[in-house]
């Protein structure tokens, strides 16, 4: 059983959150800590000059408010949002508040992901505690 487990969300409709929720739920110790994290990725600074200054901000107020919506029945969880490279982040996060489990949607892979990887490919591969992929 785990204590302080992070379960990383993408907003896509291919990725078992629902899945990856339910595992959380299971294999959680009593009293364990839930974190919801959402990954912006970093807009090029070339591209910036081009958006509106509110627009990042906005984009990041929707996404806590689908992951409040989200966890809305959670006890001992929170929602985290924050920037940078998805899978680089995500263990980072992870290394840095002592998470000892991620609990991960994966999509199933394509010959692309064979090429180029993919987040959850990435947090298995470089994630310093246990990871739980959820197809």
């Not at 929707?62 to 919506?69: D, F, G, H, I, S």
């Not at 809305?72 to 985290?80: A, L």
């Not at 489990?101 to 199933?108: L, N, T, Y």
Request: aromatic letters at 6%; glycine letters at 4%.
């Amino acid at each position: 059983m785990y204590s302080n487990i992070l379960i990383p969300i993408a907003f896509d409709t291919e990725k078992n959150v629902a899945g990856a929720i339910e595992i959380a739920k299971r294999i959680a110790s009593d009293g364990a800590s839930i974190t919801f994290l959402h990954v912006m990725e970093q807009v090029p600074v070339y591209v910036t000059e081009y958006i509106p200054d509110n627009i990042l901000e906005e984009t990041r107020e929707t996404a806590r408010a689908k992951l409040e919506k989200l966890v809305k029945n959670f006890e001992n969880s929170r929602v985290v949002v924050i920037s940078g490279p998805t899978g680089r982040s995500i263990t980072n996060w992870a290394d840095e508040t002592g998470v000892d489990c991620i609990v991960i949607a994966s999509h199933r892979p394509v010959i692309s992901d064979i090429l180029l990887g993919s987040t959850a490919a990435w947090v298995v591969r470089h994630a310093n505690c246990a990871v739980h992929v959820i197809r």
